[in-house]
């Protein structure tokens, strides 16, 4: 009997356990756009994906996040508060919110990052600065921060877009302010662990990528140049992940707007790409290798193109092959080697604008970021050609820009415009 009841109590333990593949943060659980456990269907209906719900929402640019069978989403009433929203991944209905006030206005306005989440807590960073730790039991604020206070930072232009890191008992940001460029918190407490030296460029929009090179765990942050002022310079720069300590830095990109985060490649090599590179809006892309040599790094530009870059979203790495969503020209989704070499360009793919790109069952979902598009394409990533399975409307209101961040979770996809979330059904379309 009491072997019984130990099997019968493991088969409940087992059975009790959440089995959904999580999107805990911004670009997945890996911070890389991927979604390595998912499964989808290859073909879609005539109309498209199954719509299971849709959910009301302010403007803003804002992608969600997934854990647990809950969406996390910050929501914005312009000019007056943040809020950031719980719902239900199943039905679409709202379990908790909880908001603060944050006056002001952006140009281009609403949220901007994307929460970060685990089994206890959810970390927001609204566009003013306002950086939260909340308890997903009571639905309250555990601790809080102002990052352009504590850090002496300056607000970007279009306010502040950090999405946290976490990084064992830390979660980290990117101020860009005097008193600390990326900082480190203790995730539970929201006591400071550590501060990194000033950044050299001017306060942006991109926010901060975990990596592993040579051994390392690194925070890499990329901050750019002024366009108007050359004593304020670009690097891109690796900090110890643990201690805040420099390791390495390179100039080359010349970036002026940066938000695109870069994509690590393996444990030496880590990829960038842009379009707003040498003073104006035009692409760029670089492939750099650091590694350790006596008792620090050297950091090493393997190739540069400038032929090919992303304004907002990384590229995705699919089976050697970096698939970007290029805004020089020609535009359009376009197909790179790890040598730099292009494989192939535009053709027939169509023209994504700004639009967001992930990788889920080994596929490409690409959404149209054209304003007052948001269509949606199935694309099987191959480097002898673009190959699109399927494409469908997604979420067209006129005037808007739809360039939120995609999220995706237990086989369905999560899409933002300015007036609404909507979920997909991608196993069951």
Wanted: net charge neutral.
């Amino acid at each position: 009997m009491k072997r019984f009841l130990s099997l019968l109590m493991l088969i409940l333990a087992v059975a009790a356990v959440d089995t959904r593949a999580d999107w805990p943060q911004y670009l997945g659980p890996h911070r890389n756009a991927s979604a390595p456990e998912a499964k989808i269907a290859r073909a879609w209906p005539e109309a498209g994906p199954r719509k299971l719900w849709s959910f009301p929402l302010g403007k803003g640019y804002g992608g969600a996040s997934v854990q647990g069978g809950e969406v996390f989403v910050l929501d914005r009433v312009v000019g007056k508060s943040d809020i950031l929203r719980c719902i239900d991944l199943d039905t679409g209905k709202e379990r908790w919110n909880f908001s603060y006030d944050a006056p002001g206005k952006n140009p281009h306005p609403g949220s901007r990052s994307v929460p970060t989440v685990d089994e206890e807590y959810v970390w927001i960073v609204g566009p003013f600065g306002h950086f939260h730790c909340v308890s997903r039991e009571t639905h309250q604020a555990v601790w809080k921060k102002n990052l352009l206070e504590q850090f002496e930072a300056k607000k970007p232009g279009w306010g502040v877009a950090q999405s946290p890191l976490l990084y064992r008992d830390t979660v980290i940001v990117a101020p860009q302010g005097e008193k600390g460029g990326v900082v480190a918190f203790e995730k539970k407490t929201g006591v400071l662990r550590w501060a990194s030296r000033k950044l050299t460029g001017h306060s942006c929009h991109v926010s901060p990528v975990l990596a592993s090179l040579d051994g390392v765990d690194q925070v890499i942050m990329i901050s750019p140049c002024d366009r108007k002022d050359e004593a304020i310079k670009n690097e891109v720069v690796a900090f110890d992940a643990s201690t805040g300590r420099p390791l390495w830095t390179y100039a080359g990109l010349t970036s002026f707007a940066c938000i695109a985060p870069l994509t690590v490649i393996d444990g030496t090599r880590v990829f960038l790409t842009d379009c707003s590179y040498n003073g104006s809006y035009q692409p760029v892309s670089i492939m750099l290798e650091a590694k350790r040599r006596g008792g620090g790094f050297v950091v090493r530009e393997l190739w540069k193109t400038e032929e090919v870059g992303s304004k907002i979203h990384p590229a995705v790495l699919h089976e050697g092959y970096l698939y970007v969503n290029n805004c020089g020209k020609p535009k359009g989704l376009m197909c790179l080697a790890l040598d730099g070499k292009i494989v192939w360009e535009k053709g027939s793919a169509p023209d994504f604008h700004y639009g967001a790109l992930i990788l889920a069952d080994g596929l490409i979902l690409g959404q149209d970021g054209t304003v007052g598009n948001g269509g949606l394409h199935l694309i099987e990533p191959r480097p002898d050609g673009y190959k699109e399975l399927a494409k469908a409307g997604l979420l067209s209101l006129k005037g808007d820009e739809p360039w939120a961040p995609l999220a995706f979770s237990d086989g369905k996809l999560l899409a933002r415009n300015g007036a609404e979330m909507i979920c997909l059904d991608l196993q069951n379309p």
